[in-house]
């Protein structure tokens, strides 16, 4: 079955950085448009950023310059590195899979908290 596993979410201060990783089993990665989403409490889950097969990336205004997202078929891996982090960027994070085919649909991940001090 697919399955996203996030990793490396944690504390940092104000205007620091992070870098996301998401590790994807159970479908051929290459093929799939991948996607990192967030939600914070009390809020609903957001788009941050997303990127095609073919490495095409989109991304939320709120993070357009600060936040990067990448990745390595091979390795079957998506990031999301993000840089001048704001407090208002503290949510747990979300690794999104969308699938074509007879498995057509979206499948996410656990999820990795961010926490970000002032």
């Known amino acids: 079955q697919v399955q996203l596993v996030e990793s490396g979410g944690g504390l940092v201060q104000a205007g620091g950085s992070l870098r996301l990783s998401c590790a994807a089993s159970?479908?051929?990665?290459?093929?799939?448009?991948m996607g990192w989403y967030r939600q914070a409490p009390g809020k609903q889950r957001e788009l941050v950023a997303a990127?095609?097969?073919?490495?095409?990336?989109n991304y939320a205004d709120s993070v357009k310059g600060r936040f990067t997202i990448s990745r390595d078929n091979a390795k079957k891996m998506v990031y999301l590195q993000m840089n001048s982090l704001k407090p208002e960027g503290a949510a747990v994070y979300y690794c999104?899979?969308?699938?074509?085919?007879?498995?057509?649909?979206?499948?996410w991940g656990q999820g990795t908290q961010v926490t970000v001090s002032k």
């Open positions: 990127i095609t097969s073919g490495g095409s990336t």
């Open positions: 159970g479908l051929i990665f290459s093929f799939n448009a």
């Open positions: 999104k899979a969308e699938l074509g085919g007879t498995r057509r649909g979206a499948y």
